[in-house]
């Protein structure tokens, strides 16, 4: 029991912090029909930038400002590359991202380097929540579900409830419409990527010392948040979100299943010889096949429903 | 007497609670030029695309020479013998005017998927394309890379795209939309040619095109067949002429 | 509809005729000796192994534009079946060496190339059914599902450290074991023309063609007759059937094989040598499979920012010229016909300087940057083209900065330059009607 409602919590936090990541995604490739393949690498920025500002102003002062700084830089992107490669298409938007992520991966290298940086929680967080049966549940946890929630129910009210969230509405199924109503749809392009590009850098503001800061972050975390996307359904945030808590939760589980069809067999009373070929197949732990279910899962969704949980017939 | 080449029973399409067909009775006989012409939004090209398989119907059915191809996928009623054009020119634009139309030839020659044939050495779709290119008069052309084409080209290679495969039901949307006076003619008379001995089903608004092309026509005005039969019985249509020919001046 | 300048962009289709002329057959000679004389001129060792190293990325390069520049399909999981490929004909060569499996070593990559077809016709059935960034993603999570796999099934993959094997295995065939490079490097060529010419002409096949069409009009394809998964599916097994003869000669010219093999850092590289060379051209990849293998083989020992270099150039393609090199060739074919080449020369000597100065800055920028986060604890300063450049002293930064900001300003003015140098042969082009 104690087990089950632990990793239940880690996998709500885990997934919604997916949330956060596959719902920028979402947003701009539905509005601006670009998958955004550097969109993790904003994440990874975030977690940087907040570990660098940290160090000279403090942690609460970088969950602002770091976020604002990756928000720029996706500014930037939109403005002088995405919008050049625009007029080749969406396959070259599309590598555009591609070989941005690959760059952003570089330069992280190049400025911090390979190994992990010691980006910490704060130690005014670090302390125990609350404690399960044996289990201590940190505060961190805690928090990184509170600023989940909290700019989630933000962009949700700004979305719906301001004006320029109206506009960015329209502009998601019909910007030659908004533009001739005078809207500067591409400024409301630059403001969807730089808002999405900003979320990520919250998301690894947050995540980035709950789990780890080193440059491998992004491709690990990136590849997730593209299986939550084509899972839920491309196009769909109530489908992203769905497939966040989804595949967040199976992720969690499986990673902490110690057990394999061997442990079953064996408690049923069926002993398989270590000598068998079949030994190796069945001693596979259920954790030691933790990485592959993500991409399992959305397989078979293919197969089984292409569109997604919850997408729009196509793309 | 011989199965209607198409035949349309109580259609209707709908697009979520938006009715746009709403239950088309219609029969066309082989070897007959037909016409629907009607306001727009009537649903013309809506009907297209439910013949041609581009959607599906919500309710009724539809006959390919007595045989149903309701819910059947866009190639395999393309193989069943029925083709069509698209009102927005819709060809290969990376490929020359004689690749377009090999495309369009490679399957009714009966080769399918084949990656051993070697492209160039089949007679029989070379002597075919050609004989297309030929006919709607692109031979001088015939190199040309499709998306560089003048409009009236492009839409003649539309047509010939679409006559191609050897379709005996050829449906033609808006086929001279766009064009000048002496476009139009040519492109009629190009029809006329290529559409011998077959089924033709149309959708226009030049009204001159149909009046010189169609054996029979019939009204689509909300989703619905109002009145169908030889251009004379159309002029003098009384419903006709409120809903559509009264209200609007060429 | 699309300008002339869109299609150029874009690049063309393939040139009218398939015709075997005698003119083609020479061509196909002439490479054929090209390959054979190569190891005769590059004599030295470290050059007979980049030699066999970009023979397999030719295939790798050509096969994956099978899926993208021919079909449309762009895959992120193509290593995949290269990987595959590999590990299936690892495990035969061991086999041939354990006397369990009588087969030439010469066929070995056949093998692979049967493994690459049978999980191409596997895994693309669920793939293709989608097109464009839905495919591209899917791709992806194939290429994932498989490298995760990988580190599961340690007794086909060998868990970290690979599957090791030997080439010189089984009976040695008129004197030829497989042990020496160079016999290594002659199998390679042998197969890389082979399949040069295999996919070249399946260019010019009915389901080639309409690869062509599914690409352009998907739509079309279908009111035309033809199943547009159907169609990708095939030329996705048939591509992958050709990566899979590629990884069977990298088993055999590198003698492990591993988990990188075929995971998606080899996935992405041959998104960039394809894109790199060319997706428009046939022989686009092959151009950019050879630059590539010699970036990383060369830049590697200059500097320890290569992977940014090539990343930057990659992005630099994309923005400036998404058709690649050869793109850019073939941009000058109707100058080089009209024989007015040396219009462009001035302007372009010009812009080669101004580029240079810029990059003269710009890397020896990133040096510094590299060599000042570097834990040495003695002297940073390093060598530079000839010059030593210290991070830790203020005015190396300063000079750096100027030079870079000089070859901006230089590159910036240029540009006019040039375009006004185009402009000026365009027009005289078209007095002479050859555009």
Known sequence: ?315 | MAAPALQLHDVRKSFGRTSIINGVNLSISAGERHAIIGPNGAGKSTLFNLISGRFGVSSGRIDLHGESINGLEPEIINRKGLARSFQITNIFPRMSVYENVRCAVLWSQGYKYSFWHRIDALDGVRERTSEIVDRIGMTKRRDRMAGVLTYAEQRALEIGVTIAGGANVILLDEPTAGMSRSETDEAVELIRKVTEGGTLIMVEHDMSVVFNLADRISVLVYGEVIASGTPQEIRGNKAVQEAYLGTEQH | MLTETDIRHLGRSASTSSVLTPRRIVFWVAVALIFAGLPLIFTQSFALSMLSQMGIAIIFALSYNMLLGQTGLLSFGHAVYFGLGAFFCAHALNLIGAEKLWFPVTLVPLIGGVAGLVFGLLFGFVTTRRAGTPFAMISLGIAEMVAASALMFTAFFGGEGGIATNRAVGKAFLGVSYGPQIQVYYLIAGWCLVAMIAMFALTWTPLGRMANAVRDNPERARFVGYNTTRVRWLMMSLASFFAGIGGGLAAINYEIVTAETLGLVASGNVVLMAFIGGIGQFWGPIIGAVLVTLLQSALSNYTQAWLLYFGLFFLVIIMFSPGGIANLITLHKPVWNARLVQRLVPSYVIAAIAGAVMLAGFFALIEMIYHYEAKETSSKAFSYFGLILDPMQARYWIGTAIVLLVGMALVYGVRRVVGRAWENLTVELQQKGAV
């Open chain 1, 1 to 315: 029991m104690e087990f089950f409602l632990v990793t239940l919590l880690n996998s709500l936090s885990y997934g919604l912090l997916l949330f956060m990541l596959s719902s920028g995604l979402t947003l701009i490739f539905s509005m601006m029909g670009v998958l955004n393949f550097a969109h993790a690498s904003f994440y990874m920025l975030g977690a940087y930038f907040a570990y660098q500002t940290g160090l000279h102003v403090g942690f609460w002062p970088a969950l602002f400002l770091a976020p604002l700084i990756v928000g720029g830089f996706g500014a930037a992107t939109e403005r002088f590359g995405l919008r050049t490669v625009h007029k080749f298409g969406h396959v070259a938007e599309l590598l555009f991202t591609f070989g941005l992520a690959y760059v952003i991966e570089e330069v992280v290298h190049l400025i911090w380097g390979r190994a992990p940086v010691d980006y910490r929680i704060p130690a005014q967080l670090d302390f125990t929540l609350f404690t399960l049966y044996t289990t201590q549940y940190p505060a961190y946890r805690g928090f990184m579900m509170l600023v989940s929630v909290g700019m989630l129910l933000a962009l949700y009210l700004v979305l719906t409830r301001t004006r320029i969230g109206l506009v960015i509405q329209a502009s998601l199924t019909h910007p030659d419409m908004v533009e001739s109503l005078g809207h500067n749809v591409p400024r409301v392009f630059m403001l969807v990527f730089a808002g999405g590009a900003a979320l990520a850098g919250l998301a690894g503001v947050i995540g980035g010392n709950a789990f780890i800061t080193e440059p491998g972050m992004a491709t690990a975390v990136g590849s997730i948040v593209f299986v939550v996307v084509v899972f839920g359904g491309m196009g769909s945030l109530a489908g992203a979100f769905l497939a966040s808590l989804i595949i967040g939760g199976i992720q969690t589980f499986s990673v902490a299943l110690d057990y394999s069809i061997l442990d079953i067999l064996g408690k049923v009373g069926i002993n398989v010889a270590s000598t068998s070929a079949w030994h190796g197949l069945w001693s596979i732990t259920i954790s030691q096949t933790a990485p592959v279910m993500p991409y399992l899962l959305m397989v078979l969704m293919l197969i089984v429903r292409p569109r997604g949980l919850m997408g729009t017939r196509e793309s």
